[in-house]
């Protein structure tokens, strides 16, 4: 064995029966996901059966309890079941079918989603049947690179490729530390998956239940704190203040800057309709009905006044 990195290349390399067609960098990550389910009673699910050489690879490597399903939207492929492998016919991107899946498939230790490689196939797949896999289980999706090839739904940075979308597990992969629970919350899937692995065209999760996670100390502090900057759990500076303390603080202090632009832009509002009035008053006083009025108003007031002189003497 010594010209193969591991036993799945010398299964490869020393294949003479049905068809296999893999990246040669995909073994090392297979074998460094998969090795600890070998010999056990594994059950195994690959989309993308093509001519049954994969899966024939995967029951030689895993061992005689393990348990091989391969799923294709070829119904051809369904000749290709043997021992210990099972072939089920149907459309990945199809979540009614995704959904029967989980009936007939009751245990999943690793899926690999090695299908049709669009778009919304993956994202379907893996939304419907990530929670199925057991909790100690791993997913693996490889080909990603067709979320840059657009003849597959691809293109750099375009939305809604499997990449894309993917990243965004990484956000909810650090859910819990999220200040802003409107936009990231924990989710099952935080609770649920333990890490993310990115390799060329290979995505890997590692499911494990999560708890929230917690930091500790040991050990005893010889120096002083240093009182600059810092950052860390605890970080903290002369105030005595936590990194926590700090984000509250900029969080108020922000409030309280958009609540001063709303006061500017309000006084702003009522200055503009104050010289608003007091442009339609000059107006109208240079209007010639007010200078038409004038005897009248200026008759008006007299009367006025003579009749508060009356009132007075009474």
């Given at each position: 064995m010594d010209e193969y990195?591991?036993?799945l290349e010398r299964l490869f390399f020393e294949n003479t029966g049905r068809l296999i067609h893999k990246w040669r960098h995909y073994f090392e990550i297979y074998d460094r996901h998969f090795s600890r389910f070998r010999?056990?009673?594994?059950?195994?699910?690959?989309?993308?059966v093509s001519q049954g050489g994969s899966l024939q690879m995967w029951k030689e490597y895993f061992g005689p309890k393990a348990k091989i399903v391969g799923i294709d939207v070829n119904p051809n492929c369904k000749a290709l079941e043997e021992d210990q492998v099972e072939i089920l016919?149907?459309?990945?991107?199809?979540?009614?079918?995704?959904?029967?899946?989980?009936?007939?498939?009751?245990?999943i230790d690793i899926l690999i989603d090695d299908g049709g490689h669009t778009m919304a196939q993956q994202i379907n797949t893996f939304e419907e049947l990530f929670p199925a896999i057991d909790s100690n289980g791993v997913y693996l999706c490889e080909d990603l690179h067709t979320s840059y090839w657009r003849k597959w739904g691809g293109?750099?940075?375009r939305a809604g490729t499997f990449v894309e979308y993917s990243k965004n597990l990484v956000d909810r992969l650090h859910a819990w530390h999220?200040?802003?629970?409107?936009?990231?919350?924990?989710?099952?899937f935080t609770r649920s998956a333990h890490s993310l692995h990115y390799y060329d065209s290979i995505l890997v999760i590692e499911?494990?239940?999560?708890?929230k996670p917690f930091h500790l100390k040991t050990g005893v502090a010889t120096i002083p704190a240093y009182q600059g900057?810092?950052?860390g759990p605890e970080a903290s500076s002369a105030s005595g203040l936590t990194s926590h303390d700090w984000a509250r603080v900029g969080r108020r202090v922000e409030a309280l800057e958009r609540e001063l632009v709303k006061c500017q832009e309000t006084n702003k509002a009522i200055r503009k309709r104050l010289l608003d009035a007091q442009r339609r008053i000059q107006a109208f006083r240079s209007s010639a009905s007010w200078r038409f009025t004038a005897p009248l108003r200026h008759l008006m007031r007299g009367l006025?006044?003579?009749?508060?002189?009356?009132v007075a003497r009474k």
């Amino acid at each position: 064995m010594d010209e193969y990195q591991n036993d799945l290349e010398r299964l490869f390399f020393e294949n003479t029966g049905r068809l296999i067609h893999k990246w040669r960098h995909y073994f090392e990550i297979y074998d460094r996901h998969f090795s600890r389910f070998r010999g056990t009673d594994v059950h195994v699910v690959e989309f993308g059966v093509s001519q049954g050489g994969s899966l024939q690879m995967w029951k030689e490597y895993f061992g005689p309890k393990a348990k091989i399903v391969g799923i294709d939207v070829n119904p051809n492929c369904k000749a290709l079941e043997e021992d210990q492998v099972e072939i089920l016919i149907g459309d990945q991107e199809d979540r009614r079918f995704l959904d029967s899946v989980k009936e007939r498939i009751p245990r999943i230790d690793i899926l690999i989603d090695d299908g049709g490689h669009t778009m919304a196939q993956q994202i379907n797949t893996f939304e419907e049947l990530f929670p199925a896999i057991d909790s100690n289980g791993v997913y693996l999706c490889e080909d990603l690179h067709t979320s840059y090839w657009r003849k597959w739904g691809g293109g750099y940075g375009r939305a809604g490729t499997f990449v894309e979308y993917s990243k965004n597990l990484v956000d909810r992969l650090h859910a819990w530390h999220s200040e802003d629970e409107a936009k990231l919350t924990v989710t099952d899937f935080t609770r649920s998956a333990h890490s993310l692995h990115y390799y060329d065209s290979i995505l890997v999760i590692e499911k494990r239940p999560v708890d929230k996670p917690f930091h500790l100390k040991t050990g005893v502090a010889t120096i002083p704190a240093y009182q600059g900057r810092r950052s860390g759990p605890e970080a903290s500076s002369a105030s005595g203040l936590t990194s926590h303390d700090w984000a509250r603080v900029g969080r108020r202090v922000e409030a309280l800057e958009r609540e001063l632009v709303k006061c500017q832009e309000t006084n702003k509002a009522i200055r503009k309709r104050l010289l608003d009035a007091q442009r339609r008053i000059q107006a109208f006083r240079s209007s010639a009905s007010w200078r038409f009025t004038a005897p009248l108003r200026h008759l008006m007031r007299g009367l006025r006044n003579a009749g508060g002189r009356l009132v007075a003497r009474k």
